[in-house]
């Protein structure tokens, strides 16, 4: 195990949680329980860091590699179509970042353009006088104007890394199966609730369920959202609906 860990440049660790997780099982074992790697297992070593390499989940990997019926070239493919979606928000964020720096430096100031090319396109003005005529006369509509208005980009910098991470935990839940319904999904959530808090108004589990009924029956919100996962603003909804049931 230690000649293929310095080959491949991987951990001994790593090919112990690659055994666990029966993606890469030794050909024989010694006497003293040592794993032995034949040139099958390299071969296949090799597929699986190159699958990872391109960002395919260890779970996706198993499974191309596993089920005769997987095509690889549609895998790779489909994984090509992601990176080039990927490299397209990067560039947004990089575009975005240089906006922010420019401003920082007192080069220029926060405009609307700014603000839709720092959230990849979405532009919150654009719901503006909707959300006035639908909310404008409740506490929490008030209060929302009120934060917002005050907000440098720095802070809008802040909010958008922050929802970024709150994402990334759906989307983790999402690629391990975890149901939306479940305790892990309702830690996330409540992240989620604390977020919209902190940045936005003071909303009640009930108000916060309400609000998450809006990114699966309105297409706009529904789009937005699934430009990181197909799929992900039903999950959310169904996770907030679930999590404040319990409360």
């Not at 089920?67 to 490299?87: I, V």
């Not at 009120?146 to 809008?156: A, S």
């Not at 759906?170 to 996330?188: Q, R």
Request: charged content about 30%.
């Amino acid at each position: 195990m230690g000649e293929l860990s310095r080959l491949a440049r991987v951990s001994i660790r790593t090919l112990h949680h690659y055994d666990e997780l029966g993606l890469l099982k030794p050909s024989a074992r010694t006497e003293g329980n040592y794993r032995l790697y034949g040139v099958d297992d390299v071969q296949r070593l090799h597929r699986i860091l190159m699958f990872r390499e391109l960002g395919l989940s260890l779970h996706r990997i198993r499974a191309v590699l596993d089920d005769p019926d997987a095509d690889e070239l549609e895998t790779l493919k489909l994984q090509r179509r992601l990176l080039q979606e990927q490299a397209r928000r990067n560039q947004a964020m990089l575009d975005a970042l240089e906006t922010l720096l420019a401003a920082a430096e007192g080069e220029k100031t926060m405009t609307r353009e700014d603000l839709s090319k720092l959230f990849d396109g979405f532009d919150p003005a654009e719901y503006e006088q909707e959300a006035k005529d639908r909310w404008g006369e409740t506490d929490a509509y008030r209060q929302s104007a009120e934060r917002v208005k005050r907000y440098t980009q720095q802070d809008w910098e802040g909010i958008k890394t922050e929802m970024g991470a709150i994402t990334a935990a759906y989307l983790a839940l999402m690629d391990a199966g975890t149901p939306p319904e479940s305790p892990e999904a309702g830690a996330v959530v409540a992240q989620h609730h604390a977020h919209q808090c902190r940045w936005y108004y003071d909303s009640s589990p009930s108000m916060f369920a309400n609000v998450s009924e809006m990114w699966v029956n309105d297409p706009r919100f529904t789009q937005n959202i699934d430009k990181a996962r197909a799929g992900l603003a039903a999950y959310q909804a169904r996770a907030v609906q679930a999590w404040a049931k319990e409360l």
